[in-house]
């Protein structure tokens, strides 16, 4: 398993390199440029060539490429050119906004995929089987960025129950330490700012989780339900293993292969793809980042965000596998595949 | 007796009342499928008034004269507007499911029956892709070659490639392993043969049924794109910029939001129940 | 202000809306409320996005910082939206040589920046140092605040006396004084630049009616009413600039009191807003212009009779009604009503006339004629391309429209090669009129060269001396007479570009509001010193 773990971070700079390239050469291949933005309101001929000039756009691809690559190499993920900023810090101000973004949608996508899925599993073919298998395929259906407006027009507009934007309310001061801001609350020992924060987070999370929680549902059903059929389990079953026990040890551990497969793909989607719920509910996470970076052509950025996504998608990926290993005893006795 | 015979009779009535409830209720979603397939081609016909070049009383009601669902800001009928705004996301949607089908199952095909280090490299291409940011690429796409039909079904595509590559990619590894195969092998042919005219065949169906269950995904994908105005190309209608448009009017005419976004939903719902029922055929084919 | 009577049918009665509003809005405030500080009373801002970092050299856009930057900082001088001539700000006053070349102005005594700092002519003219001195330290890499002052007309900056700032000019330039009042004009704390050198940005002094106490990026901005401002410590205690980029979370917060100012949501929703209790909407000034800019090189484009014909076919009152619920203005011609250098007849220069722009195409032989528009897939801009579009192809035109994000835009705009039509948007940072002409219609501008590439045409040499001339001009009557001139000049000569209409960003303030500047946040600046609570 450690040679597994080794093989795979071993892979990772691969993966980097060839994303950043990409995306490097992708960004470089659309039309228009930074200067053209920041150009845009007041330019004349000589103003735009110096533009080109102090931005290092007039070197050859090869050269902007070269320079790129160096300052990654030595962990220097440049700076913004619409922004000023280091891309660092903005990366670090946006990620955690999209981590707490994905972690509760995954804790609600979680909660009610897999209540519906077991709840389905227990009576195949019932009434409630039924009827629970169509909601989930509904909320699989449902597009998200309407399903976040029509959350917005019934919960805040019409009921008032939940503010509709943004990560805190207005009146709350709040000094980000960390920008998670539940562990900044616990850090600086304010914890009057979960309640708010909590208020903020439900609709984006419900959202986002909701709409996921369909394809959960339906995996964790079909895998509880073929487990429950295979030998070991009515083996148990005939041994006179409580049904609780059976259920809990046997059968559930089982389907947990599939369903953490499935887990750990979503958490990875909801990572890089949450940029729909960013826009609809104001959330300022990195995927929003990206896609405004990539519309004003502010490179940096945008392959900084890019970089960092893969990253995290890798390292996500890394750990459904290992869990999956874990939960699995027949691959743990394997040495790697 | 007379009894009996007549509760079996009534049983036997509920019995079959059940089968042909169960059988309405299979060929609903066919059926609703259909119907989307039908109106998106008779839109012509069936479309009250042009959907772009009408022009009426801008932000009629709904239920107004001559326009049952209303106008929008710009006069142009509303009912219209959705029946031909149905054919962006069909054409879309399926063309993008054929694209990313076509070219991730070839390459699946190929890594999967090479196996070895080729199998390694090319499935290792396929992680290298699916950690590439999936709204990055599509906006990459769309920005470099601009907004057109053709590129919003490229931009899906792309996003759908890896899960038909690896999907192939295993069916493929599996059947490489069977004895036909190696037969097939031993007896001289060339690896084109064996890929295409002895696994391919055997790989086809199960990439199909595939191929309907994620149909859904392609629509919402592609209506996603749409609402964040990449691709859109006004003032043909398209529902995923419809509901973009309509979002400001929620509080004015409500409708012109969420009609587009309920027909991408009943779309979506419809085609995933289709894949779904052909999945479970296609699982206990196989099981038998 | 001319607005075509609009009221679209409604669906839901405004009364009823106004209720679903109200109840929301009491019960949003009662769980999630946290207490305000100290019962300061908290102006909240609507923000599209921030960025965080104000240095004033690298500024580049509408978004955040003009907002921050009205707010925190002040410069010599002060447009206010309403008055056409710049007022004193820093400045308390100021002298003009005769030769039209050296400006002197005179420093308010007794102000202070808000770390404490002196504010004297020696501050002033270390603001202005980092500008024109390529090696000052301070100095941000990309800095265009010397262009937006003046570029090389701008020959050094003095402190003859304590109190006494000086501009040298190597040529008149009457519109230097309104320049002064752009946002990147403010004058910075010496102290403070001493300190954080090319990190002023992010620690970020200046001597505004606010002053910065706590910004988080992509979130909010606090600011807290400043002592030692020059009119004196605003009644408003503190206001909270919150991002609230979606126009549907906006009018929600601003039912239920969360939000108290914005001028970020959409035409289509003002008569909503207007009917309810606690909310007004604030009459703005239309400063911005959506102008239609041609390709003088262009195939057919470069016959001037094709380009009259394309300025008579747009149906303006059509794109008033529809692209912007009646809340526009029918245009003159480049310069809007509320500035000077307009006159009422300029409005037969931009009217709606089908026939006359079918004749006209017919004589050049162009009926018919392929074109390409492109415009920005975001904000009005797609809704008043389709209208605009409709109108051209309604005179016998083929025109497509491409509609495009904001990068492929802006890339194929300043690219004459790369685009036909082209949608133009000029809103006023200060109205001189000036600003609507120099930066892009004289020759040299990228303005002039690329998108509309009139630079060539034989008019342009005529239209270059009249922009000159009217900017020598010092006395604002006889200034804002050589403004009405160019106007008709350019249209009748040239027509680079058609007029489309005027309009504004719709303001809505709470109810409890008063005294908002509702010109300036109607064209994108920011001033809210004067605002106070009524109750």
Redesign the interface.
Known sequence: MIAEIARRLAFLPVTLFVVATLVFLALRALPGSTVDMLASSFSTAGLRDQLIAQLGLDQPLWKQYLIYVGDLVRGDLGRSFITGRDVATMVGETLPVTIELAVASLVVMMVVGLGMGLAAAARPGSLLDGALRFVAMTLFALPWFWFGILMIVVFSLWLGWLPAFGRLPSSVTYEPVTNFVLIDAILTGRPELIGPWLAHLTLPALTVGLTTAGMLMRLARAGVIETARLDFVRSARMKGVPPGRVFFRHVLRNAALGILTVIGLQFGAMLGGSVVAEVVFGYPGIGRMMVDAVLTRDYAVAQGAALVLAVLYVLVNLVTDLAYRWADPRLRREPGR | MADSAGQKIAAGGVASLRLSAGVALAALPWLVAAIFVLAALLAPWLAPHDPV?G?AA?????F?DGHLLGTD???RDTLSRLLFGLRPMLVVSLGAVALALAAGGAYGLVSGTAGGRTDWAMM?AV??L???????AA??V???L??SLFNVTLAVAVSQLPIFARLARALAAGEAARDYVLAARAAGFSELHVMLREVAPNIARPLLVQATSVV?LAA?TA??LS????G????APDL?YM?K?G?????????Q??LP?LL??????AV??CG?QLADVERRGGGA | MTTRDFNPPTAITRRRFGQLLGLSGAALALPWRVEAQDGVETLVFALPGLVGNFEPHTWVGFGDTVHVMDTAARGLTHMNFTDPLPQPAIAESWTISDDGRTYDFRIREGLTFHDGTALDAAAVLRTFRRMIDEDDPTRPELSFALDNLGGDNVTGFEAPDAMTFRINLAKPDAAILGRLSRPDMVIVSPAALEEYGQEIGLNFVSCGPYRIVDVTPNERVVLEAFDNFYKGRPEVGRIVMQVIPEAVAQMTSLASGDLTVTNLIPHSNIDRLEGMDQIRIEQSAAFISAMLAMNCEAGVLSDIRVRQAINKAIDREAVVAEAFFGKAELPGYITPAAEQGYAPEHRRLSEYDPEGARALLEEAGATGAELSLISENSGFWPRLGQVVERSLNDVGLNVTTEYLDGGTFNGRLFDKEAHELAFLQRSAFFPDPDGRFSPLFASGTAGADEITAQSGLPAQARLDEMIAAANAESDPEARGQLYVEINTYMAEEIMPVAAVVNTFLPVAVSETLAGVNANALGTYRTFLEDTTFTS
Not at chain 2, 58 to 62: A, E, L, N, T
Not at chain 2, 232 to 235: F, S
Not at chain 2, 264 to 269: E, G, N, S
């Open positions: 070049a022009r801008p932000m009629q009601q709904m107004s800001a710009l006069g290792r992680d290298i699916m950690s590439f940011p999936l709204i990055l906006i990459l769309l920005a470099a601009g907004p859904a919402l209506a996603a609402y964040l105005g990449l859109v190309r006004p003032p995923g509901v448009e979002q400001e009017l929620l509080f004015i005419a409500p409708e939001a969420l976004g991408i939903a009943v779309f979506a719902l995933s129940f779904d």
